[in-house]
């Protein structure tokens, strides 16, 4: 009888174990995935001022730049002369269990689109005080997961109320073009001026 008993307690033990397992597990990796997101988040942020920056660089200074993103997620390139409200604009497309960014509210007819870079989103800026691009995040829940993405959109700075300048982005053909391997090359095709705007064109290959 006491060997039996013996018996009942270690699997009665057994199963406590590997139940206590079962509920810990579950808690465990989405820790585990949500740290690995807080990490792909920062990630994304970074590559876009240095996607801004090689941007700048290469308009002002011509050449090309390649760069990739080791983040799983999709690239889309809306360039200007698309008829998309996204035009002349960078988007990444991230999905997660956590975000920076608050989460959007569609009921309240927020604005989804949140300025990370800079508080100041008009259509033209000021050349010398604004910077020529604006990088914005935002987040939507899909399910259980968060989809966030975040938008390098470049426009006008005027140097005074008659003249300006702007940074146009193009793709092949100058189509709507969208990549999940994260690798982006930025070229310089040329400089164009008239009275009121001087133009620099921007070829991003994906």
Request: hydrophobic fraction near 40%; charge should be neutral.
């Amino acid at each position: 009888m006491k060997g039996q008993s013996q018996v009942v307690s270690v699997i009665i033990l057994i199963v406590l174990v590997m139940g206590a397992i079962a509920l810990v597990l579950p808690w465990t990796f989405t820790m585990i995935q949500k740290r690995k997101d807080m990490k792909s988040m920062d990630d994304i942020y970074n590559f876009f001022q240095s996607l801004d920056e090689t941007i700048i660089n290469i308009a002002n200074n011509g050449g090309e730049e390649s760069l990739q993103l080791k983040v799983p997620g999709k690239f889309t390139v809306y360039p200007e002369s698309s008829n998309s409200y996204l035009n002349n604009s960078i988007v990444f497309s991230f999905r997660g269990l956590v975000s920076f960014i608050a989460e959007c509210n569609q009921t309240l007819g927020a604005d989804c689109w949140i300025p990370l870079n800079t508080p100041n989103t008009n259509i033209t800026g000021t050349l010398g005080v604004d910077s020529s691009s604006v990088i914005f995040g935002k987040t939507e829940r899909s399910g259980d997961e968060l989809e966030v993405e975040h938008r390098l959109w470049y426009r006008i700075l005027k140097d005074n109320p008659t003249h300006g300048y702007r940074i146009v982005l193009n793709t092949t053909e100058n189509k709507i073009m969208n990549t999940t391997v994260g690798f982006i090359k930025i070229q310089k095709i040329k400089s164009t001026s008239t009275q009121s705007l001087t133009t620099t064109e921007i070829n991003i290959i994906v």
